[in-house]
């Protein structure tokens, strides 16, 4: 019995190197994930760094403390985004990071206010603006994540209804 050339069975056929073109994500999906992978990585780069430059710059450990617990939750926010746990345009990771300047950045700018108060209230100062962060993150992510699984019956909520519900977030922060 002979073998044709080209069957199935025919073992002459070079190892395959590549995958075929239909297996291949598309450029733009490839491209996609990269940034996903990289832009999440330089943010959390950027708070190690960050908490690095705010040690430096701290009177105390009980400061420190306090710009950290606001810089977490800062950056909790461009975490979400960056992972693409959230898709769409970041208005709570900008407004994180205008969070974390303007009530994390006084405790380890020497701040004369700031050395007015003592160590609990600035810690419940920085743990209230940490806990609305985090709030707001979750009800964001929540609210705003893609669906994974198409429902069989399809709902539809008026446009807009996540970014209500963002904006009534940050008003009543």
Known sequence: MTIPTGSLADNSFEPLTQWPESSQLAVSEIERLQFKYDFA???LLAFAALTLAFSVGADSIDDWLCVM??????FMSIY???????LGVPILPVFGLATLVYYGLPFVTGHPVIREYDAAEKFAAA???ALVMTIM??????????????PRLVRQFPA???DRI????????
């Open 41 to 43: 990585k330089w943010s």
């Open 137 to 150: 993150t979750l009800i964001w992510a929540w609210v705003a994540r893609p669906e994974k699984v198409r």
């Open 69 to 74: 617990m606001v810089a977490a939750a800062s």
């Open 127 to 129: 743990g209230t603006v």
């Open 166 to 173: 963002l904006l009534s977030c940050l008003a009543g922060a």
């Open 160 to 162: 807009g209804a996540a």
């Open 80 to 86: 979400v985004w960056a992972k693409r746990w959230v």
